[in-house]
DNA sequence: CTTGATTGTGCAAGCGATTGCACAACCGGG
DNA sequence: CCCGGTTGTGCAATCGCTTGCACAATCAAG
């Protein structure tokens, strides 16, 4: 050994070499030992941890990843647009949830959007580059060119929300809340409160989710013989001013409705102050319900009644399934679940 | 190199002995061409990019980060109860801002809280194994032993806002914005338009940021040769519903004040709404201020004046501050600002 | 008291990159 | 035509850890 080529200047770091000339064995027993392989005696076992831990000694991360192929590391995938979703909360509360759960698992979570702001993909970096153990992927309509590569690479993948894309193409593990019901509950607790009469306000540019709340909003109608009056449907943006306006244009209509139905609590926020303006009151003469039960609900008056998804309950299942993966036990089977949402009934219905 | 020794299923990876072997050079001009070493031909240096670009080459980033011992990665601390500051989304979007400004510097970046789920220093844990290359605390107390591990590895840190402990007795960056200006201006405002009697909600265990907005709150008054009458200064903890309950409580004394001034938009929104529902008019018998600029004030009626904190903005700094030190720019000083907040006038006030 | 199985450790190659130094090829000036 | 000075590449060691295999020591059975 040439120390003379190495002049970089030596790590502070105590490595498995530090730990195997104190004790007076070789690196392997040591790196045995701190992995609690078997083949160590109890002693020498015991008598290796106790010093590393009395130097403080923690693995290298990279040189064990580059060892074992394995990096301890999992990617968050999310929405490019998680700026402007991060105002509803419900996905930053999911995303906490996420890192919590994986943090008592021992896995590093690292957040990205699909897209790099330099264009590339960062799923291909991530996979690529920095090897991560498994993907989460969240509510991402991901790249066609990743999924050649996450497949490639033979790695697993859990899904926390529809995507627009790829989705029955691939048969991917989910845990998925269930939005047809929810849209469901929601409407029937209005046709229960405010009569036949209720208007609904979905997403322009709608995904599959949006698209099944609606679902729900029409089978609600169906399982009573009704059907929606297709003028009280309306679609605009996820946000508080889009519905306030829309809401404020239809007033009149609405003055005929008993209910209202917004598929985003922050629609909801915006319809029903729209109303509160146009004279409507609520929910005396018009009902309001929302979807995904924020803080803010609790903050507005009248309270907003609302749609709840269990995000901690998905966030548990999907980091408990994605660590069965990553132990081998993922028993070659998919795991698909739909999780019932629950209504939350405050003063707007 | 004897084969059979290493059984472990080959890779599908592209490495760059790969390249070498297929554009007929050796590894380390590779590596060179990749890095755009001035000591390769510009042909060579083409011809493998090129040839590398053909095959998806991505480098490794354990080896990588083995040799050179950077990971590339920085760590992002956060308070231990972050869930609870979910509600407030002010350091969500913080977050958000982070993360994406070290994303155009090319670094990942993974959020973790001082300590971990088993009580180890999560910290010490991201410093020993995964080498990170740089630390960004947010608000965050970190442990004194993990002071000793930063600064015993020379990791760069950099606060982006006030800690209750260790403050003075480091030299550290920082990018704060101004608590003691926010204070003032928006006590001034009240003082301005609801005349001498200006309330204030502060937090029952006040951090150093929150103790500077209460001494803007008093130096605003001693600029007009007033004091706070101290019966009008409240301590509750950082929610809608303490700072509703005590509003409610106090509401009698609170007829007499003509403004009031919460230390944060959460417990502005809890009190406005107790105001109302005591029959004291915002804006018209009590003008109200809140803290921080978070998007739900704009959603309730009266829509809320708040001190807005300029994030972005700090983030930016501290991103860009962190890319300096770590390419060595750092200039050896120490680099501190304080960041103007912007009063933001809505309805309340 | 041999012999074959069992245990516990060590050796050394390998993971995929970086990099100090050696060295061959080419250059122009005397 | 010889020589010191660039330029461009390659060699091989190194980062810190894992792991297949070899091998010495111990043990139970014949």
Redesign the interface.
Known sequence: MCKRLHN?ER???VTTRDIARLAGVSVSTVSRSLNDNPRISVETRERIKRLASEL?F??????R??ST?R?GTVALVCPDF??RF??T?YL??LI?DI??NL??LGL??????AA??NGQSNV???V????VDGIILLLASTLAEDWDIIK??GIPVIQVHYMPTYFDAERLDYYFTDNIQGGFMATEALLDAGGERIACVTLAHANPEMKDRERGYREAHKARGLHPDERLVFAVSNS?DEAYECVTRNATLLRTAGGLFAFTD?MA??AM?AL?DAGIRVPEECKVVGYDDI??G????PTLTSVHQPREEVARLACERLAALLSGKGGGGVEQRLIPPVLVRRESC
């Open positions: 970089r790590s502070i770091a403080d923690e693995f290298d991360a990279s040189a990843s580059l192929r990096s998680l700026d991060a105002n909360l930053n509360l906490y890192r919590e943090a008592a590093d979570c690292i957040v990205i959007e790099a702001p291909r970096r991530l690529l580059q920095r090897k490639k690479h508080f922050i926020l915006g102050r509160a803080e803010i609790t903050y507005v008056k």
